[in-house]
């Protein structure tokens, strides 16, 4: 059985950074390498968005986030890693990792950006 689990949420004053990261277990290693996996975020009383997502070596980004948060991945930890630098209040929610290959989603991670 796969899944999706999250870590490195926590709190953070605006400007700062965090790093957080997402294992796929039981998931094979060639489906995890061409899968598309990404990151999305939920604010209070706000609809889950897209935030990142990964697919190879190809990236994409929430306009929002571009040039202050990078995705990447470990394909032989079955890992992937979002760091946010530069972080805003805005920031602040549930983040969300997400395998599409197996429509699945994690528990959830809490980012607390303050002023």
């Known amino acids: 059985q796969v899944r999706l689990v999250e870590s490195g949420g926590g709190s953070v004053q605006a400007g700062g950074s965090l790093r957080l990261s997402c294992t796929a277990s039981?998931?094979?290693?060639?489906?995890?390498?061409?899968?598309?996996l990404g990151w999305y975020r939920q604010a209070p009383g706000n609809e889950r968005e897209l935030v990142a997502t990964?697919?190879?070596?190809?990236?994409n980004y929430q306009d929002s986030v571009k040039g202050r948060f990078t995705i990447s991945k470990e394909n032989t930890r079955r890992r992937i890693y979002l760091q946010m630098d530069s972080l805003k209040e805005e920031d602040t929610g549930v983040y969300y990792c997400y395998s599409a290959s197996h429509r699945l989603w994690g528990q959830g991670t809490q980012v607390t950006v303050s002023s």
């Open positions: 990964i697919t190879g070596a190809s990236t």
């Open positions: 039981g998931m094979i290693l060639s489906v995890f390498t061409s899968d598309t």
